[in-house]
């Protein structure tokens, strides 16, 4: 059953609860999380909780939910739904307050989170999916996950009016490709994986810091964390993305072009079963 959590309470998600001075409905003042839940257990949450602290830090909002109180809203939120394998997505907004730009002198911080069922998509992850390539328009603190996303929406929305199932973003002015609309992006040439370094102007993907911290150096890879062209991604052997979501999905075409010999590459692949491996040793061995 589908479920929400707001302001101190469960209820329907189509319950109107919306406060009309929400900074976050207003302004898009606040931040978020996607977290996925396998087997009822909510998989890497410390790594999220932890990336929610930074960019509640970095938008100056006050630390009013701590780590403990949200594992335990996000146990019950499960508990209660009945859900097995699904997606949390959880909000902090400023709080409420009279409409200015400028931070309200005293606000409280409003959390929201809502369950849903889904399950990651399997024949992307065994065919690869085709992306375009759509400049990034977003703004220059993309390393907070803020709720303001029409950068991303619109990058999301090209895909799809194109019938293409992902976006590659890049820069203009650089030529350098950043990241997904909601992932981060690798590719794989001559047996080296390269990604954005995680700056101002990526999100730091849960997904991609496991790949990188407990993933790659098991399996020996060498990684290097420079921006590259849309050119060079274009002459790569592999490509894929990663997020919460999509786990490790292979891309195989970008923008029209066929990337490697247009099938899911074998680092690609082992990328994925290492990544299945960790959240059965997380969600189905506890
Ligand atoms: N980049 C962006 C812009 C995103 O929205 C997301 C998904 N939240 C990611 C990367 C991947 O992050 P994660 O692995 O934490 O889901």
Redesign the pocket.
């Known amino acids: 059953m589908e479920l929400a959590f707001f302001d101190g309470t469960f209820i329907r998600p189509d319950e109107r609860k919306v406060l009309l001075e929400d900074r976050g409905y207003q302004f898009g003042d606040g931040i978020y999380e996607?977290t996925r839940v396998y087997n009822r257990t909510c998989f890497a949450l410390d790594r999220h909780l932890a990336r929610c602290r930074r960019s509640l830090r970095e938008l100056r909002i006050p630390i009013t939910y701590m780590d403990e109180e949200l594992a335990a809203i996000h146990h019950d939120i499960i508990k209660k739904s009945g859900i097995k394998d699904g997606t949390i997505y959880f909000q902090i907004t400023r709080g409420v307050g009279k409409r200015t730009h400028t931070f309200p002198d005293q606000v409280v911080p409003l959390l929201s989170m809502t369950i849903r069922e889904s399950k990651p998509n399997s024949e992307w992850q065994e065919n690869g999916i085709h992306c375009g390539l759509f400049e990034d328009i977003r703004w220059l603190r993309?390393d907070i996950?803020t709720l303001n996303l029409l950068g991303?929406i619109f990058a999301k929305q090209d895909a799809h009016d194109k019938g293409l199932q992902g976006t590659i973003q890049y820069r203009r002015n650089t030529n350098l490709i950043t990241?997904?609309?909601?992932?981060?992006f690798f590719c794989v040439k001559d047996g080296v994986i390269w990604t954005h370094p995680a700056d101002n102007l990526?999100?730091k993907?849960?997904?991609?810091s496991i790949l990188l911290e407990e993933i790659i150096p098991h399996l020996g890879y060498t990684v290097v964390e420079k921006a590259i062209s849309p050119e060079f991604a274009l002459s790569a052997d592999e490509a894929f993305v990663?997020?919460?979501?999509l786990e490790v999905t292979p891309v195989v075409n970008i923008a029209g072009h066929t990337i490697g010999d247009g099938a899911p590459g074998k680092v690609t692949q082992s990328l994925l079963a290492s990544y299945h491996a960790l959240v059965k040793k997380a969600c189905y061995e506890k």
């Open positions: 996607v993309c996950k991303n990241e997904g609309a909601s992932s981060n990526i999100l993907g849960v997904t991609r990663t997020s919460t979501s």
